[in-house]
């Protein structure tokens, strides 16, 4: 580890090497606590129901529970988008459902990353037809400009350029998810 706590990135061979840190863990951490707080603050009187989007969401989900001072209830869906390894098309396709009833809930939809927004865009037309008392999303990263939907997003992480990233979560191939900081990957496999 360096003294920031970041792995050491053995280079691939694949030519999926993850490159220089974006965001560093401590400054996840320092982050995420404050989007705890702000939950906390804005959700008083009304517990929130978070709603997990897997497979990236899972660490951001568990460091956001535990950061929000209040009785929060969990669930996770699994979403698959099709398009290339590093470009979403917007279709998805929803590989698990929610096990809770959402009807009268305060939802707070939890997202890695918002690239184009037709991911979660998708996801917020499905959960808003089951009647939730409230919806609104916390992502820990949005790209800057690359949205294609009007999103309002009210509990943002990071703005980061349009690189692809990965670590905390988030995958290139299902690789480095368990990296404890944001790396952006310099090179991506063609199709
Ligand atoms: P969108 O539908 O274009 O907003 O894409 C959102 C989804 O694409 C995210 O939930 C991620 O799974 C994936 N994604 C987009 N950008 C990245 C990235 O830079 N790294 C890893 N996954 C990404
Ligand atoms: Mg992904």
Do not use: W
């Not at 869906?77 to 009833?101: E, N, P, Q």
């Not at 979660?120 to 949205?147: I, M, N, T, W």
């Amino acid at each position: 580890m360096t003294p920031d706590g970041e792995h050491e990135v053995a280079s691939a061979s694949d030519g999926l090497s993850p490159g220089r840190i974006l965001i560093s863990h401590t400054d996840i951490e320092r982050r995420v606590a404050e989007l705890g707080q702000e939950i906390t603050a804005d959700y008083e009187g009304r517990p929130p129901l978070l709603v997990g989007v897997l497979k990236g969401a899972f660490v951001f989900m568990a460091d956001l529970a535990r950061a929000i001072r209040l009785p929060v209830e969990m669930d996770f869906m699994a979403v698959s988008s099709y398009g290339t390894a590093t470009k979403t098309s917007g279709i998805v396709r929803i590989v698990k459902d929610l096990d809770v009833d959402l009807v009268d809930r305060h939802v707070i939809i939890v997202e890695d990353i918002v690239d184009s927004g037709l991911t979660l865009s998708y996801l917020k037309k499905g959960l808003s037809a089951q009647s939730p008392a409230s919806l609104e999303v916390c992502a820990l990263l949005v790209k800057r400009d690359q949205q294609r939907v009007d999103l309002k997003i009210p509990y943002v992480g990071f703005e980061i350029p349009a690189d692809f990233v990965v670590g905390y979560g988030l995958d290139v191939a299902e690789r480095y998810r368990n990296l404890r900081e944001i790396r952006v990957v310099d090179a991506v496999p063609t199709q």
